[in-house]
């Protein structure tokens, strides 16, 4: 029900700006379905962590600063409404499946005047130290002017798999406690 009503609340924000920025003509705007899989060489209670708003952070770099205005303190949970500037656009994101035990988690983020996208994430623990991570990307220009925005995303999306696999490796095995000798 949470996750319902900040959908409800965050729509409701953006309302007004798809409302002043309406699409000339629906049927040209783009709608683009990228998917990407990898594996991270961890378990899945290490793995889905860091598939959180907050648990990106470390790995992801200064592009991904979430600024939670639900809940606070800010916590990654379903229902969290957050904000990320990436120059010249500020996102409004979502968090609307946070199910750790189905190994599912899902946000919608909206580009005021360009864009809607869904992000899809799914887990599956192959082994006892790996998990197959997989993510779809679903993205909708809004306005003819987002679809330029939209063709760009899909072609990073398409590139996405090994980048997010070497710096989540990368961020892993800074963390790993070194074991004594």
Same mark, same amino acid.
């Given at each position: ?6 959908? @409800? ?7 007004? $700006? $798809? ?11 783009? /709608? ?26 470390? +790995?992801?770099?200064?592009? +991904? #600063?979430?600024?939670?205005? /639900? ?9 969290? @409404? ?10 409004? +994101?979502?968090?609307?499946?946070? #199910?750790?035990?189905?190994? /599912? ?28 991570? #997989? ?21 990073? #999306? ?5 980048? +997010? ?6 961020? $892993?095995?800074? @963390?790993?406690?070194?074991?004594? /000798?």
């Amino acid at each position: 029900m949470k996750a319902i009503s900040a959908l @409800v609340a965050a729509v409701g924000l953006a309302a007004p $700006l $798809l409302a002043q920025t309406p699409a000339s003509s629906p049927e040209q705007c783009l /709608h683009i379905r990228t998917s990407i899989n990898f594996t991270v060489n961890a378990p899945y209670e290490v793995t889905a962590p860091l598939f959180g708003p907050l648990g990106e952070r470390p +790995w992801v770099g200064k592009i +991904w #600063d979430p600024v939670f205005v /639900h809940p606070q303190p800010a916590n990654d949970i379903e229902g969290a @409404v957050f904000t990320v500037y990436r120059e010249p656009n500020t996102e409004v +994101w979502i968090n609307t499946l946070f #199910d750790v035990a189905q190994r /599912h988690f899902q946000y919608v983020y909206f580009l005021p005047g360009l864009a809607v996208t869904l992000v899809d994430v799914r887990f599956e623990p192959i082994g006892v130290d790996a998990t197959r991570v #997989d993510v779809v990307f679903t993205r909708a220009a809004i306005t003819l002017a987002g679809n330029e925005r939209v063709k760009a995303m899909s072609e990073i #999306d398409k590139n996405a798999a090994p980048v +997010w696999q070497q710096k989540i490796a990368a961020y $892993l095995a800074s @963390v790993k406690p070194q074991t004594q /000798h």
